[in-house]
């Protein structure tokens, strides 16, 4: 794609010329416990650059943030991507901002339903909190009635997995280069979506339509190769419903969507609670609870999460997290482990671990974490912010 | 009259004695409040960059900086918006916050490296801000309505004639059983605040130091100390480039200006 080529050009040129710029570096290292199922190695590393740049004016706002990654082992955890490159105009009664970027829609914590404006980019992680950039141009108004967005999608991203050398990957191949769109405008196919969120005192609500490219694919077996699987990118609407209530220290949440264009339409959700104590057992700390539910009528079961944040509260930032994933039905379990900390003024470390265990393998259900069996893995992660 | 009568009537109006001069200590302490916010009303905006400085007990110093913007509203709470600027990996967070009179704030987060602005539990005002030894709490708007007054005396403070006052937060989420503050005789502004945690120790004291006139009006202080007795710590919060009447609207204060506003 040309415009990457010259994204790479404005990356490295722009700095000089203008504005204020920010952005971090990072290096990562995942080590992995077990060799691949497919023999992939047990260590993995990447870098990561990602500057930002920041122009702004009277009434418009200009902001650039490419990503570039690589990856040591795994070619197609490589990437070159815009994450922002937009112009924001201010006008009398709504904002317009044209260009590519990324844009957040939901109120849950471990999965995220409605979110479907921006394509996930699965290979830098498995748990789908990274996105790409979107070229879109949104307009914008916010009045006593809430936030109203309108979206026109310009062009669609496919999905980034990890490839035959990388982790956490499908056991079948993943044909990326040859996806199948059933819009005939393939890629270039024009996708519109609004949103409209207010808040009535405590209580917090979004009803959201997206009418366009999945952003999810379905697969399709290879005619070429039976061992391959193609990405099949069906045209959707899917319309959505946040809700949040707060309840003194406790969040009430849920996500609904419901989509149709993928064979039969489906509802899928996720609700749950989040709540946090201040200040435990006297102390400056603080812990936050999560507990969330999942359903999709295309899975027969769905995980719950149940996870909790220690929060020190002391010059460092220093923070705990931990996650359960348990499937009730085919009796998998997930562990997460995350602590991180700022170091010095500049930087970060971060250090994560995660375990998969099934816990009855004579259980014949459909089991979630079966590709991942082998993929029990540590990772370390420093990153560098750029600035004064 | 029998002796017991007599008795009866004097516990009457020793009791109504009290209450009234109860509700004279309250009333003055209420008056002495509402003179001290008017030092702080009619600005219509404010912006100021602030510097806050975190001292461990061995003396050591980190510092953060923030952005700060106010609307004052009508008949309500103040709107306001605070952008972390540095340490570097927080730049760009940002806190919206709706501030009511009676009711508990509104206010939302925003974190840009997830794009996502989060509504947050204004219930949670008493944990740490920044890792200093500043609350939440500390940082909201001191709405009159928000506390219960009562005059317990009057004190040289710093060469200054003080009133002592002893406020009680309404609010049942609030980290402090009462509040001990001073204010001048002279201007009316608060000179140094004893704050008492929830088993009424005496864990924190505030001080407001070297306060600027602006506009003729407008009192702000260019420094506010807040010592920990507990911890020995203490955090510095200096105000620089301090405007008013910048012409902010409502729309400085919305979600999307929280996405803007990095």
Redesign the interface.
């Known amino acids: 794609m040309s415009y990457k080529y010259l994204g790479v050009f404005i990356a490295f040129l722009c700095p000089a010329l203008i504005g204020e710029i ?1 952005g971090e570096y990072s290096l990562d290292n995942r080590y992995f416990f077990n060799s691949g199922m497919q023999g992939q190695e047990r260590n993995h590393s990447s870098f990561t650059l990602s500057p930002e740049i ?1 122009l702004e004016e009277e009434n418009s ?1 200009l902001h650039f943030k490419p990503k570039l990654r690589k990856d040591n082992e795994d070619n197609e955890r490589n990437l070159v991507d815009i994450q922002e490159l937009y112009l ?1 105009n201010l006008l009398e009664d709504k ?1 317009i901002k044209y260009g590519i970027s ?3 829609w ?2 849950t914590e471990t999965t995220h339903r409605v979110d479907i404006i921006n394509q996930t980019d699965t290979a830098e992680s498995f748990d789908g ?1 990274d996105k790409l950039g979107q070229p879109m141009v949104k307009v ?1 108004f ?1 009045e006593n009635w809430g ?1 109203l967005d309108f979206y026109a999608l310009l062009g669609f991203r496919e999905r980034t997995y990890p490839g035959n050398d990388g982790r956490l990957r499908q056991p079948m191949i993943i044909d990326t280069d040859n996806p199948q769109y059933l819009s005939s405008a393939k890629n270039k196919r024009v996708d519109f979506a609004f949103r409209w969120s207010n ?1 009535f ?1 405590q209580l ?1 609500i979004a009803i959201s339509h997206f009418s366009g490219t999945s952003r999810e694919p379905r697969f399709v077996v290879s005619n070429q190769n039976l061992k391959e699987i193609i990405p099949l990118y069906e045209v959707i609407d899917q319309t959505g419903f946040e809700f ?1 209530y ?1 309840l ?4 009430i949440k849920s996500e609904i969507i419901s989509r149709s264009g993928q064979r039969d339409r489906f509802t899928a959700a996720t609700y749950g609670f989040e709540y ?1 104590q ?2 435990i057992l006297s102390s ?1 700390l ?1 812990l936050g609870w999560i507990l969330e539910a999942n359903h999709d009528d295309r899975l027969p079961s769905s995980p719950a999460v149940i996870g909790s944040r220690l929060t020190f ?5 220093t923070q705990i997290l931990t996650g359960i994933i348990y499937d009730e039905r085919s009796e998998e379990i997930g562990i997460l482990l995350e602590a991180s900390r ?1 170091l010095g ?4 470390l971060s250090i994560e671990g995660f375990y998969f265990d099934d816990t009855n393998e004579d259980n014949e259900e459909f089991k979630l974490f079966q590709s991942y069996k082998e993929d029990d893995f540590l990772r370390f992660e420093f ?1 560098y ?3 004064d | 009259m029998s002796l017991l009568n007599v008795g009866k009537k004097f516990f009457i109006f020793c009791i109504l004695a009290s209450s009234i001069s109860y509700h004279i200590s309250a009333n003055k302490a209420l008056e002495i409040a509402i003179l001290n916010d008017q030092n702080n009303n009619g600005f219509i905006d404010s912006s100021s960059d602030m510097t806050m400085n975190l001292i461990n007990r061995k003396g050591d110093v980190v510092s953060r900086k923030l952005r700060f913007k106010r609307l004052e509203v009508p008949e309500d709470g103040d709107k306001s918006i605070a952008v972390f600027e540095s340490p570097r990996d927080v730049k760009g967070v940002a806190i919206l916050s709706y501030a009511h009179k009676v009711q508990s704030d509104d206010q939302w987060l925003y974190l840009p490296a997830l794009k996502r602005v989060k509504r947050i539990a204004s219930k949670n005002k008493s944990g740490p801000f920044l890792g200093s030894e500043f609350s939440f709490e500390d940082f909201s708007f001191q709405e009159v309505e928000k506390y219960e007054y009562k005059l317990i005396g009057e004190e040289d403070y710093l060469n200054l004639k003080c009133f002592v006052i002893e406020r009680t937060p309404l609010d049942p989420y609030s980290g402090y059983t009462k509040q001990l503050v001073w204010i001048d005789k002279e201007n009316y502004l608060i000179q140094k605040i004893h704050l008492f945690d929830r088993k009424s120790f005496h864990l924190k004291t505030q001080k407001f130091e070297e306060y600027k006139l602006y506009e003729g009006f407008f009192w702000q202080p260019q420094k506010i100390e807040m010592i920990n007795h507990q911890n020995g710590k203490s955090s510095i919060l200096l105000f620089e480039n301090v405007k008013l009447n910048s012409g902010f609207t409502d729309r400085d204060f919305t979600q999307n200006s929280l996405k803007r506003s990095r």
Do not use: H, M, P, W
């Open positions: 920010i920041f706002i924001i904002e990324k844009e957040f939901g109120v909190e914008s916010e936030l808040y005192d917090e949040q707060l003194g220290s406790l969040a946090t201040v200040g400056r603080d509260n002391d010059i460092s930032d700022r003024v500049c930087c970060s990153i912010y750029i600035g």
